[in-house]
Structure formats: structure tokens, C-alpha cells
T-cell receptor, first 110, second 113 residues
Framework: DAGITQSPRHKVTETGTPVTLRCHQT?????MYWYRQDPGHGLRLIHY???????DKGEVSDGYSVSRSKTEDFLLTLESATSSQTSVYFC?????????FGPGTRLTVL | SQQGEEDPQALSIQEGENATMNCSYK?????LQWYRQNSGRGLVHLIL?????REKHSGRLRVTLDTSKKSSSLLITASRAADTASYFC?????????????FGRGTQLTVWP
């Protein structure tokens, strides 16, 4: 998985609670991405980062925020989780037009 | 939506047969990429074809691109059970400098021994 780890790998939480997912890379790649994967929708971009403290919204950013204080870490926060945010979340980095994906985090919001 | 669309959604074949998957997209692109996802895993990059290329090979993979029709195909020759996975196309918009990709919904390929 090209040195990309995600934590936690599985999480069950309740509606209204805050949740933070972490992506850590060891490749020193500049660009990082958060996607969600849902049946029938494929992968959809939530937020992305093009450098430390430089982030932008993707196509499904409502209800999510991100932070990148170090090159190696990209955090995704659900301020107040909702059942519609139940999904599998993937982090990715990019180098040379190729994206490298982490193993994913399965999040269930009850 | 700028998402690509793969066709078919599911494909089931015997080992040794060829598998062809198609992708259509809507915008002008810099490149088109194909990724594979094994069950429960992250996506893995397979091959990239640039907008000025028409065909590309990598091992048992052959990718074609027709920018006039905004479509691409992925051919896997002499398939193996280990090729069983979901396959996604992804496009990078023309002029993009941030590596942002738009993924399709995927084709689920099952190869029977």
C-alpha cells in the first residue's frame, strides 16, 4: 500500500458524535486525498490537500472537514456524524499521475 | 457529474478467456487511468493512458482511448482467477494541476477456475 496507513480500520459510532480518521504516509508525497466509497456510487472525493495547510473541497465535502499540519498526516473529521456518512473511507496520495491508496476505514454510524 | 461510467457493471468469465471493460466519460481529459480493487482492499493503479495516446500495453493489459467518443476500454487477456476484482476507470480533467481524479462506479469481474 505504498506506505499509507489509515486508523482506525473499523469504527462504530453514534449519530451526533465527532469522529476523526487519520491517514499517515511515509512517502513524502505532496498531494493527499480523502474518498468515500459507497455501493452504486464508486469513489467520490471528499477533500484533498496540495501541501501543508493547503486543502480544498471535493464533490461531497458537506459535513466533513480536514487538516494537514504535517506532510505525512491528513486528518478527516466528521464534526457530528450522521447515518448517511456510514461508508468506507479511503485515503490516497499522488505521485507522477498515479494515486496510491490506503487500506480503508469502515465507518458505521448508528 | 463528471464521473466516468463503466460497462458492464458485472462480468463473469472462465479462466483463459479475455475480459473487456469499457469506460465512458464526459469532459476533456489530460489522461485516463485504470485501477483494480480486490475485495476489502484499497485501489491499485494498473495503467495510465494520456489524451494524445490511442493504445497502451502492460503485460496482459491493453488499454485503448478514443477521445472523439470520450471512451476507453480495458482488455485483460488470458484471464486468471486472481484477476477477480473490481476495475475502475478514472479521469483527470484537462488543465488540472492537482492530480484530482474522477472515478467511475466500477466493473466487478469474476473469473472462474
Amino acid at each position: 500500500d505504498a506506505g499509507i496507513t489509515q486508523s482506525p480500520r473499523h469504527k462504530v459510532t453514534e449519530t451526533g458524535t465527532p469522529v476523526t480518521l487519520r491517514c499517515h504516509q511515509t512517502e513524502n508525497h505532496r498531494y493527499m486525498y480523502w474518498y468515500r466509497q459507497d455501493p452504486g456510487h464508486g469513489l467520490r472525493l471528499i477533500h484533498y490537500s496540495y501541501g501543508v495547510k493547503d486543502t480544498d473541497k471535493g464533490e461531497v465535502s458537506d459535513g466533513y472537514s480536514v487538516s494537514r499540519s504535517k506532510t505525512e498526516d491528513f486528518l478527516l473529521t466528521l464534526e457530528s456524524a450522521t447515518s448517511s456518512q456510514t461508508s468506507v473511507y479511503f485515503c490516497a496520495t499522488e505521485m507522477g499521475n498515479e494515486q496510491f491508496f490506503g487500506p480503508g476505514t469502515r465507518l458505521t454510524v448508528l | 457529474s463528471q464521473q466516468g461510467e463503466e460497462d458492464p457493471q458485472a462480468l463473469s468469465i472462465q479462466e483463459g478467456e479475455n475480459a473487456t471493460m469499457n469506460c465512458s466519460y464526459k469532459t476533456s481529459i489530460n489522461n485516463l487511468q485504470w485501477y483494480r480493487q480486490n475485495s476489502g482492499r484499497g485501489l491499485v493503479h494498473l495503467i495510465l493512458i494520456r489524451s494524445n495516446e490511442r493504445e497502451k500495453h502492460s503485460g496482459r493489459l491493453r488499454v485503448t482511448l478514443d477521445t472523439s467518443k470520450k471512451s476507453s476500454s480495458l482488455l485483460i487477456t488470458a484471464s486468471r482467477a486472481a484477476d477477480t476484482a473490481s476495475y475502475f476507470c478514472a479521469t483527470e480533467d484537462r488543465g488540472s494541476t492537482l492530480g484530482r481524479l474522477y472515478f467511475g462506479r466500477g466493473t466487478q469481474l469474476t473469473v472462474w477456475p
